[in-house]
């Protein structure tokens, strides 16, 4: 049975989530404040985070860097605020997946499960190696040219969506949809800062690109320069 620790301080949404999730087949464990919640993961991790970023005693995003220094469990942002560029600062600053208020729990139900579905396929992939590039999605781990690269959340993702699929050009409406989980699309810039910060990392240049090639307008890819 799937343990959520649902972070909620409105007391009738948190019960009614609680309620449902449990119909649902969830073990739930809800708390109302930040730092209690942080507690509680830090003790006994659980299987998914549901997090409202409108805290009384901490300020949701600041829970949620707290949240990822003591654990890699998946987190879905429960939030009100439905601004594009809040969104994509949430999901850059470790969210796997966000929900805007109101939802059903049938929703939150449906992002669950999609959730550990992706986390369960991840803990089974193999490494992926492009050249001199070796990407480890199970202890979430790449090194390059033999050194560990030292990647946020976000860049990881990138860089393992893009090495999944070597020497094949991916769009930014795909990457936003599959990286960032907006599929309606987004920010173009959010793609070229993340691709910009990658490149950097690799050693490269936008003059001299060798394993990160951008196609302006376009999109990305990963190829094996040799």
Known sequence: MPVVTLIEDDARIRDALRAG???????????SKGLDALSAVADEPGDVVVLDLGLPDIDGRQLLRMLRAVSDIPVIVATARDDESEIVQTLDAGADDYVVKPFSTAQLDARIRALLRRLKAG?????TVVGDLTIDPRLRTATFEGRSLELSRKEFDLLHYLAAR???????????AEVWRLPFGGSDRTVDVHLSWL??????????????RVIR???????DPR
């Open 21 to 31: 999730l449990v119909d649902k087949g969830y073990a739930v464990r809800s708390v």
């Open 217 to 223: 307008g376009v999109g990305a890819q990963i190829v």
């Open 123 to 127: 803990q089974g992939a193999t490494a």
């Open 166 to 176: 070597a020497d094949t050009v991916v769009t930014k409406r795909e990457i936003l």
């Open 199 to 212: 490149r950097r990392k690799l050693g490269e240049s936008a003059s001299n690109p060798r394993y990160l």
